[in-house]
């Protein structure tokens, strides 16, 4: 008939040899060869077109690893500069310090504070007294605050291990660097209110506790000052 053949029946031995019983043609059925080449053909698209996307995703898994590569190295410029600009304000004297790089490692992997006076740089943090070390931790603190700037910032009682210079510096300091932000400053030493905009002095009266807004001379005087 003109139909379409079932199956091919290939022989197992050349044409110019006899049959042998041994080895019987070997016939195979065409539907099953053909479904089974679609199969294939079908899959070799599917990795085509998943090979194509794992290509697009590696380009923007490298395009977004360079931006992160790109952000990591404004912001350590940024919070380096910042850093030791503010811990230099604090301390006075040619204090300085930095974040620098692990040799043979980047940024992401990790950083170290150095910190020196004068043309000296201490080989360890455990150099430092109490007060030095609280100002490095301040500073630095304050160096990331000063990268993302918030509208207020609550400090309690960061001046407890400073002398009284360290105490001054650091209200000296706030009103250089953080002009567009508020400072809820909480602290027992005279040196921290004399940049103070409003004094909220707190004391025991007949047993009970009272509350007393005052505004600092400096602080009145720059207000009465005409602009």
């Known amino acids: 008939s003109g139909g379409v053949p079932r199956g091919v029946c290939l022989p197992s031995s050349p044409p110019s040899a006899s ?12 539907p099953p060869l053909l479904q089974a080449e679609g199969e294939y053909k079908e899959l070799m698209e599917k990795k085509t077109i998943v090979l194509a996307d794992k290509a697009k995703i590696e380009a923007v898994i490298s395009e977004l690893e360079a931006k992160k590569v790109e952000a990591l190295q404004q912001t350590y410029e940024k919070v380096n500069k ?67 700037p918030a509208p207020l910032y ?47 002095t707190t004391k025991l009266v007949d047993g009970s506790s009272t509350v007393t807004r005052s505004v600092p001379a400096a602080a009145a005087a720059k207000a009465a000052a005409p602009k």
């Open 19 to 30: 049959p042998s019983p041994l080895f019987p043609p070997f016939c195979v059925s065409l």
């Open 82 to 148: 910042d850093f030791g600009g503010i811990f230099g304000s604090l301390l006075g004297g040619g204090a300085k310090a930095r974040l620098s790089t692990v040799e043979g490692q980047s940024i992401d992997e990790g950083l170290v504070i150095n910190v020196g006076f004068g043309d000296v740089w201490k080989k360890n943090l455990t150099e430092l007294s109490g007060g030095q070390k609280s100002l490095v931790a301040l500073s630095l603190v304050l160096a990331l605050l000063k990268f993302k």
């Open 154 to 200: 609550i400090l309690d009682e960061v001046d407890a291990a400073l002398d009284l210079s360290h105490t001054q510096n650091i209200g000296t300091m706030i009103a250089t660097h953080f002009k567009q932000s508020q400072f809820l400053v909480v602290s027992l030493k005279q040196g921290m209110f004399n940049n103070a905009n409003c004094l909220f």
